[in-house]
């Protein structure tokens, strides 16, 4: 990736992104996550990229509106734990490195200064209904489905999960959501607040296309300083919890609980 010596945007193609496709079309930005091999699971260089194109957005003055999306059949499931190896389930340093990489994408997206709309083209699990959550928008194919299993895995789903999900679903909601780890099909996510809409998968784009065109009208800094007071909340649950959340998850990987839970998910021998 190109390191920037002013805040001045670049062509996408200069960014050189592996694990992203970014595409400008102004008003819009496009940001897709592009390992449908893995259904879009996060690495370390994927979080890098986001947060580099949604930085690489939020100066751009043309793009004023963008959207999140995936490649293939999923939206996002979370972290990629094969591409942990050893290094982060026996070593608290390495984990705390790795999930300031998440942190980073989220503040990167959630205060980039203009709306975004994710466009949940599949499943969103983990860590990436907790990606959907930080965008403004959500519409979802009405097949596809919310679901967090991280307390089956060694993991609390501590990065946008726990803060935002009573917030926009009610406590009780949030609770069954995180505890009980079912899969919340897409017009009870819709029902419960989870995401705005959910529609059949040929009404995806036209959905988005509406959105981007209604919103591009709207006075760029006006909008900015609107989304800045509604983040008010969620910057409020995040910035509370998120750093202590980065600590206590970086020394869980020393336990035997959650490398055990990890192991078992890849398969590999305790």
Known sequence: MAEPTHPHPLPPEELG?????????????????????????????????????????????????????????????????????????????????????????????REIGKPTIARVNGIAVGGGNELQMGCDLAVMVEDAFIRHIGLEHGSVPAGGATQWLALMGGDRRAREIVLLGEEIPARKAEEWGLINRAVPAAQLDEVVDAWVETLARKLPETTRYAKQQLNFWRDLAWHQTVNHARDWLALSMLGSEAQDAVNRFLGRKQ
């Open 17 to 109: 992104f592996e694990k992203i496709v970014y595409e400008k079309a102004p008003p819009r930005a496009t940001i897709r996550l592009n390992r449908p091999e893995v259904l879009n699971a996060f690495d370390f260089q994927l979080l890098r990229e986001l947060a580099r194109a949604c930085e690489d957005a939020s100066w751009d003055d043309e793009i004023r509106v963008v959207v999140v999306t995936g490649t293939g059949r999923a939206f996002c499931v979370g972290a990629d734990l094969k591409s942990w190896g050893a290094d982060l389930l026996g070593d608290s340093k390495e984990y705390w490195k790795w999930f300031g990489a998440f942190k980073d994408a989220h503040d990167r997206l």
